[in-house]
């Protein structure tokens, strides 16, 4: 079975700096693929950025890069120079193979940047 | 827009009686989902469907039940067997292929009296 860890439940940024947020996971699956979402207080799921097991680049987009250590199981979000917009609940999630691209999500970090 | 819809936002039921969740999407997407969110909780698979007339159970099917007649709609419908229906719901959608992004609704906080 496959399974996410998010251990941290609440983090703190100053504006302007950038901030990482920790995700593991645990997978016997050779073949499957990592998300990161966004979630404001609307409630409303943002997709962020995608990471395919077997690509060799850490994927980017804009201020989001993933950091991709396969060998460790993690895929830890980086968020560069923070806004105050980026104050949101964040989830990691994993797909995989014969799973019908159904995710796994993990508990979330809340995110909270700071003037 | 393209885009997914939910309605209502906001539900309350009495305890005992059914209700069902609307779930609309207008970007041709093959593949639907139906997740549930607790409090504190990350999502957890209830219902998913790949092509019209057909779905899956999830990981929390239980006192739920949906049907898939039209490829835009996902209807869940939360029966009174769901011992614990007080949640957040939302609903996504995909192109279906394995790895592509999922998008989702605004949700419904359904509420049982």
């Known amino acids: 079975a496959q399974k996410i860890t998010q251990t941290q439940p609440g983090m703190f940024v100053q504006e302007k700096e950038a901030v990482t947020l920790d995700c593991t996971y645990d997978t016997s699956d050779q073949s499957y693929g990592l998300f990161w979402y966004k979630q404001p207080s609307s409630g409303e799921m943002i997709f962020l950025i995608y990471?395919?097991?077997?690509?060799?680049q850490n994927a980017t987009e804009g201020r989001y890069s993933l950091n991709f250590q396969k060998a460790r199981k993690s895929a830890n979000l980086v968020i560069s120079a923070s806004q105050l917009g980026d104050s949101a609940m964040y989830f990691c999630?994993?797909?995989?193979?014969?799973?019908?691209?159904?995710?796994?999500f993990g508990t979330g970090t809340q995110l909270k940047v700071e003037l | 827009d393209g885009g997914i819809t939910q309605s209502p936002k906001y539900l309350f039921r009495k305890e005992g009686q059914n209700v069902t969740l609307s779930c609309e999407q207008n970007l041709n997407h093959d593949a639907m989902y139906w997740y549930r969110q607790d409090p504190g909780q990350g999502l957890r698979l209830i219902y998913y469907?790949?092509?019209?007339?057909?779905?899956q159970k999830g990981d929390i099917a239980e006192g739920y039940s949906v049907s898939r007649e039209k490829k835009e709609s996902f209807p869940l419908t939360v029966t009174s067997a769901q011992k614990n229906p007080t949640a957040f719901y939302l609903c996504?959608?995909?192109?279906?292929?394995?790895?592509?992004?999922?998008?989702f609704g605004p949700g419904t906080r359904l509420t049982v009296l």
């Open positions: 999630a994993m797909s995989f193979t014969g799973g019908g691209n159904k995710l796994t």
């Open positions: 990471q395919g097991s077997y690509d060799e």
């Open positions: 469907s790949q092509i019209v007339n057909d779905f």
């Open positions: 996504a959608s995909s192109m279906g292929l394995v790895y592509n992004e999922q998008f």
